[in-house]
């Protein structure tokens, strides 16, 4: 019986000595728990800001157009011959009425040579028939003819002045033919390449192959088209009607060249808009003597549809995007930024114009808009928005 006693008393000590072990370790767990600090709150977010610059600008629009010449002629033979010279170069400038083509002309020197010769008989029947005309005339007085035969006589001498017509016209033809076998150019400009070289038989017409073509060199054309809004607003300064387009400027750069250094003036807006891509064609002109711009160059064309106007301007990395929609970050007289949409217009060297949502003199986050969100207080540093350029606007088209 003592055995067992002592047996379950010893069980009943370390029973208590483990239960006594846990609370006292749950003890030091919480009192160590209660005893660390809570974890300190995240600082501001440092982020840039800049006040919305306002600015006189010009609005420009930019398209994309190609280089025409005003003149284009296609050189076809108005008489069939044979090429006996070609009197120039590929490519080399010509004036109007320099020869470049040279047909055979002896067949048509023949044939002028023949119709002198009918028209040298046609006067000579001519001058005959007016001879017996007045000698009939004086018969006729003393009663020696009769007048069937005055009448005889005054119709040959129709049909003589009728017959020298036509020989004399005969005789035009086979000169204006002569003068054809020499080809010359109609106006003044760049000759291209001799389709057709000397010992080649061509025809003549429409239906004759091109011997080659001739384009005017200055001034030129730049084609280009104009989407509908930006025609409704041009129209507003005179474009309807091409009643005030001397007041829309226009410059173009070629595409190895930097800016818009050649500048013209529109010559014209098409009278209708095109269904089909919602644009309205627009013709330029440009002077080109250095012979700069060739026909059918890529241009780039920048023109302005309206007077210097006040804008808003902010820097382009202001600008977030949500969905469909653009927004900047309004920094409040407490620090804390705010969501407001805005609606953007086109860029200015940089900066982007601002159509509303914005207010002059109004600061906004230009720099670390990712690392902060809608309601955020945040450390504002100061700096300028990059107005010290031109301004220029460009939009492209």
Do not use: C
């Not at 017959?163 to 109609?186: D, F, G, M």
């Not at 302005?304 to 106007?309: C, D, H, K, L, V």
């Amino acid at each position: 019986m003592k055995t067992t006693t002592s047996v379950f008393t010893r069980k009943a000590i370390v029973i208590a000595v483990a239960i006594l072990g846990i609370g006292v370790a749950g003890t030091f767990t919480l009192t160590s728990r209660a005893a660390k600090p809570a974890a300190a709150a995240p600082a501001p977010a440092s982020v840039s800001v800049a006040a919305v610059v306002e600015k006189s600008v010009t609005e420009w629009d930019d398209f994309s157009g190609r280089v025409e010449a005003i003149e284009r002629v296609e050189i076809r033979p108005r008489v069939a011959g044979t090429i006996d010279a070609v009197h120039f170069q590929e490519g080399q400038l010509v004036k109007k009425g320099d020869l470049l083509f040279t047909i055979d002309p002896r067949p048509y020197q023949a044939e002028l040579a023949r119709a002198n010769a009918t028209q040298a008989g046609a006067q000579a029947r001519l001058l005959l028939s007016k001879t017996e005309l007045d000698r009939s005339r004086r018969l006729i007085e003393e009663h020696a003819v009769a007048q069937r035969e005055l009448d005889q006589r005054n119709n040959a001498l129709q049909e003589a002045d009728a017959s020298l017509k036509a020989a004399e016209a005969a005789v035009l033809t086979a000169r204006l033919n002569l003068q054809y076998t020499a080809i010359t150019a109609p106006v003044s400009g760049r000759v291209s390449r001799a389709e057709i070289t000397v010992g080649n038989l061509v025809g003549a017409g429409v239906a004759a192959p091109a011997l080659t073509t001739v384009v005017s060199v200055s001034p030129v054309y730049v084609n280009f088209e104009v989407d509908e809004q930006t025609y409704i607003r041009y129209a507003a300064n005179g474009a309807a009607g091409n009643s005030g387009i001397s007041l829309l400027p226009v410059s173009i750069g070629l595409a190895s060249e930097e800016g818009y250094p050649h500048q013209g003036h529109i010559k014209s807006f098409d009278n209708r808009l095109d269904t089909t891509s919602g644009t309205m064609r627009v013709r330029a002109v440009f002077d080109n003597a250095k012979g700069i711009l060739t026909p059918g160059m890529y241009a780039r064309v920048r023109t302005g549809g309206s007077a210097p106007e006040l804008a808003l301007l902010i820097d382009d990395k202001a600008v977030g995007t949500d969905q469909s929609k653009k927004y900047v970050m309004v920094l409040g007289s407490d620090n804390k930024v705010t969501y407001r949409a805005v609606v953007l217009g086109p860029v200015v060297d940089g900066m982007r114009i601002v159509r509303s949502g914005l207010k002059k003199d109004e600061r906004i986050v230009v720099n670390g808009l990712q690392r902060i969100r809608p309601n955020d207080v945040v450390t504002p540093v100061t700096v300028a928005m990059d107005a010290a350029k031109p301004l220029v606007v460009a939009s492209a088209k």
